[in-house]
């Protein structure tokens, strides 16, 4: 069982930023793939980003092209925490934002958190 609980979201003006976090649980965090998703109103969810832990060592870390560039994804190991910073923040990044975990062999993830608003005003 993984328990996951986002935390930071916010409203912010356009240009702002905001570093999102999730508090993981119940499994070994350091080397559970983990990802960010958002899902705008009306819209379906969307992935944002992963960070998927290697066997050579050091997290491979991957971005939808909406976001690259702007978004960084980090791990506190000794916080259990995974972080997601927003830069450059556009009214189109309006959304709720999960993390999620995937203990399942296929890669799919399996575990979310409830979500956490963030609103980018214009």
């Known amino acids: 069982q993984v328990q996951l609980a986002e935390s930071g979201g916010g409203l912010v003006q356009a240009g702002g930023s905001l570093r999102l976090a999730c508090a993981a649980s119940g499994r070994a965090f350091a080397r559970l793939p983990m990802g960010w998703f958002r899902q705008a109103p009306g819209k379906e969810r969307e992935f944002v980003g992963r960070s998927i832990w290697t066997d050579i060592g050091g997290y491979q870390l991957s971005y939808a092209d909406s976001v690259k560039g702007r978004f960084a994804i980090s791990r506190d190991i000794a916080r259990n925490t995974l972080f997601l910073r927003m830069n450059s923040l556009k009214f189109e990044d309006t959304a709720v934002y999960y993390c999620?975990?995937?203990?399942?062999?296929?890669?799919?993830?399996?575990?979310w958190g409830q979500g956490t608003q963030v609103t980018v005003s214009s």
């Open positions: 999620a975990g995937s203990t399942d062999s296929t890669g799919s993830w399996n575990y």
